[in-house]
């Protein structure tokens, strides 16, 4: 019946977006600001593609020490793992792994491996465009305008797209800059994927100024998540 005092430092971690659910009622306030003090936002493991890799090769590499096996990821395995959504993140991970390597055929698995015992693939997004944060709306985006250039090639998009400011400050600087990526900065081979005739670069020309806007978007996509998107509509 005595109080007494404590030096204690309090860590905490949570799934759900608890400022939006305590405004709902969800979560008490006053405990949520008093919990705040310092923020650090982790994102999904399905965000963070280098990471999958590294924690795919931690985990098969402390499997081989535990069971004296000398099993190695392919490089198209490795990549195949980008194209799950990993919904229970690490520990998920950790489980497929093991199962890789008991199922696996022969010292080195496979992409076909990982198709027939790895996870769930990525979904497309269940939400509306309007609900989606602005870096993931314009990730979401790339992916889009990427998976068009790789199947339009050089036969040019098609000239009926809407132009209003969503088209002029967003989708076409991103559609330039992201054809520019894919062939290396090649002004010519990208005009030709996009319509059939060479950008011109040039300064004070509008194609030189929406690829300098694509490049202040750029920072905004996650390019693992771009990889991510794609592969799961395939």
């Keep these: ?90 520990r ?26 790895g996870g769930r693939p990525v979904p497309p997004p269940q939400q509306s465009l309007r609900q989606l944060s602005t ?10 305008l990427d998976e068009l250039i790789d199947r339009v090639g050089a036969g040019g998009l098609p000239s009926d797209l809407p132009v209003d400011r969503l088209h002029e400050d967003l989708l076409y600087p991103m559609l330039i800059g992201r054809a520019l990526r894919a062939t290396d900065d090649n002004a010519s081979k990208a005009g030709e994927v996009i319509r059939g005739s060479k950008l011109d670069l040039s300064e004070s020309k509008p194609d030189r100024r929406r690829k300098d806007q694509y490049s202040q978007l750029a920072d905004l996509i996650d390019e693992s998540l771009v990889e991510q998107l794609r592969g799961g509509r395939r």
């Excluded at 497929?96 to 076909?112: H, K, M, N, W």
């Design 92 to 117: 998920e991970l950790q489980h497929v792994v093991t199962r890789l390597a008991i199922f696996a055929d022969g010292p080195q698995i496979t992409a076909e491996d990982v198709e027939r015992w």
């Design 135 to 144: 870096p993931h709306l314009i990730t979401h985006l790339a992916a889009v």
């Design 1 to 90: 019946d005595t109080p007494r005092k404590a030096d204690v430092r309090v860590i905490s971690a949570t799934h759900r977006d608890l400022p939006a659910f305590a405004a709902a009622g969800g979560f008490r306030e006053d405990l949520y600001y008093r919990l705040s003090a310092v923020t650090i936002h982790l994102p999904a493991l399905r965000e963070r593609g280098d990471d999958i890799k590294l924690l795919a090769r931690h985990f098969l590499e402390r499997w081989n020490r535990q069971h004296s096996t000398r099993q190695q990821w392919t490089d198209d395995a490795l990549a195949a793992l980008l194209k799950y959504s990993w919904p229970g993140n690490v």
